[in-house]
Nanobody
């Protein structure tokens, strides 16, 4: 079992930054692949970024490359999503997710067994 709790969401103006955090508990965090997904109103949930359990390899959706950075602090059992140059289309509920069974990243939602409750990010124009 992995428990995930996101924080850091809020209202930000377009062009501004925001950092999301996801605190994990319940498993050896360093062995868990972590991902961020988001769901905008009326849309399906989509992949944002992921970071591997070993080596810190990362993967990003094309829509956020160059603007978002995923990182992890295994000592704090926390994964982060640093977002800059935010756009109104980034408005969504952001979820962190955990895949404790593999080593490498994936953009596939069904690879992730555990999910947080989500945190709202609203970008005003």
């Amino acid at each position: 079992q992995v428990q995930l709790v996101e924080s850091g969401g809020g209202l930000v103006q377009a062009g501004g930054p925001l950092r999301l955090s996801c605190a994990a508990s319940g498993r050896t965090f360093s062995r868990v692949v972590m991902g961020w997904f988001r769901q905008a109103p009326g849309k399906e949930r989509e992949f944002v970024a992921a970071i591997s359990s070993i080596g810190g390899g990362t993967r990003y959706a094309d829509s956020v490359k160059g603007r978002f950075t995923i990182s992890r602090d295994n000592a704090k059992n926390t994964v982060y999503l640093q977002m800059i140059s935010l756009k109104p289309e980034d408005t969504a509920v952001y979820y962190c997710a955990a895949d404790p069974t593999r080593w490498s990243t994936s953009a596939a939602e069904d690879r992730y067994d555990y999910w947080g409750q989500g945190t709202q990010v609203t970008v005003s124009s």
